[in-house]
């Protein structure tokens, strides 16, 4: 079986021949709350009617922004990554929420309850500990806390079939299940934790009345999103939740160490993470030389341009260092050998 290739051709293939549910993928060419277009498009990839969510937020309607991740193991860099995201998102004046994904890695990943729950306190004091503000309309939840959820999972159920399931599988399902990470078939267990998933992009609105929310994952899971837009039709069109809106921004996959193609909790060896050694994390990152033919495909470069704090003056000089000056990209990366370091040593704290 061919490996997926997390690379500028896979995600260009995917913007521009496929769809999100019954939405085209767009460029992003629009500002958001407090961030430029230009600080958009370096932070994701592309959208789906994501515009229609900036425009409902400048004109004071109620919307929310929603990421979250399973609780399979200790975070790596592309969650790190995304917890800045929301965290640059709620500087620019937009709500977010962060659900953590406990009954997802105990349903659809087969993890222990217990070690799930032991992770649950740890995840929300890091993310406190990265700068993220716990605090209406903002939120951080896992999924147990909110049992109105299970009321929308009901809900919206009702409006997936089989076939719906069998087509929000990532692309990189067969990989996960030749690695005994995920069952082969789209198990009940599954079904319920993608339905789960589904619940709760939608319920912001139908258990707190948001007229927008904009999902905001990595591009690799779009199918969970187009699934759920799916999903909203059928619930408009027998109901009375037309009034709302739901979008989407889609940034980059992390790639993989040591040849997995991807960084992910539960692909031990694939990710950085908090727990490894420091000499570890030097060498992935000081060895990495720019041989890539665009910086986007390098992976200190993603590493920089989104699990880290630096402005956006600050990572277009770093993807000119990468082309031009060996040197200076050999600075860069030692200075982010620091800085990363630092943001592992608030996972302990």
Same mark, same amino acid.
Not at 96 to 101: A, E, K, P, T, Y
């Given at each position: 079986?061919?490996? %997926? ?34 600080? @958009? ?130 692309? %990189? ?28 992009? %939608? ?45 989407? &921004? ?6 993989? @160490? ?16 908090? &727990? ?74």
């Amino acid at each position: 079986m061919d490996v %997926i290739q997390y690379n500028q051709k896979y995600y260009n293939e995917i913007i521009c021949n496929r769809k999100c549910g019954s939405n085209k993928f767009e460029q992003i060419n629009f500002n958001l709350g407090g961030m430029a277009k230009e600080e @958009l498009k370096q932070q994701w990839l592309c959208h789906v009617k994501a515009d229609k969510f900036a425009n409902n937020f400048y004109q004071g309607k109620r919307v929310i922004a929603t990421t979250g991740f399973g609780l399979t193991g200790v975070p790596h860099v592309g969650n790190i990554g995304q917890i800045i995201k929301a965290i640059k998102l709620q500087k620019s004046g937009i709500p977010v929420q962060i659900v953590l994904g406990d009954l997802d890695a105990y349903c659809g990943k087969a993890k222990n309850w217990h070690s799930i729950k032991n992770l649950v306190s740890k995840y929300k004091q890091f993310i406190k500990n990265l700068g993220f503000k716990n605090e209406y309309p903002s939120i951080v939840r896992t999924q147990s806390e909110a049992l109105n959820v299970l009321k929308t999972l009901y809900l919206t159920g009702y409006y997936i079939n089989d076939k719906m399931f069998d087509l929000a599988k990532e692309d %990189i399902h067969d990989y996960y299940s030749q690695q005994g990470k995920i069952d082969k078939d789209m198990t009940y267990r599954i079904k319920l934790s993608l339905n789960l998933m589904v619940a709760d992009f %939608i319920d912001p609105h139908i258990s707190a009345g948001y007229d927008n929310v904009i999902v905001f994952l990595g591009i690799d899971e779009y199918k969970y999103v187009g699934l759920a837009m799916n999903v909203l039709m059928g619930l408009q069109a027998n109901s009375c939740y037309s009034d709302f809106s739901l979008s989407a &921004l889609f940034s980059f996959t992390m790639k993989g @160490l040591n040849n997995f193609p991807k960084m992910g909790k539960s692909l031990p060896g694939s990710g950085l993470t908090p &727990l490894m050694n420091h000499n570890e994390i030097r060498k992935v990152i000081m060895l990495s030389g720019n041989q890539e033919t665009i910086p986007e495909d390098n992976i200190v470069f993603q590493m920089i341009s989104s699990a880290s704090f630096y402005s956006m003056e600050k990572i277009k000089y770093a993807k000119f260092a990468y082309q031009n000056n060996v040197l200076q990209w050999e600075i860069i990366k030692k200075e982010y050998l620091s800085d990363l370091l630092t943001i592992f040593g608030k996972w302990e704290k």
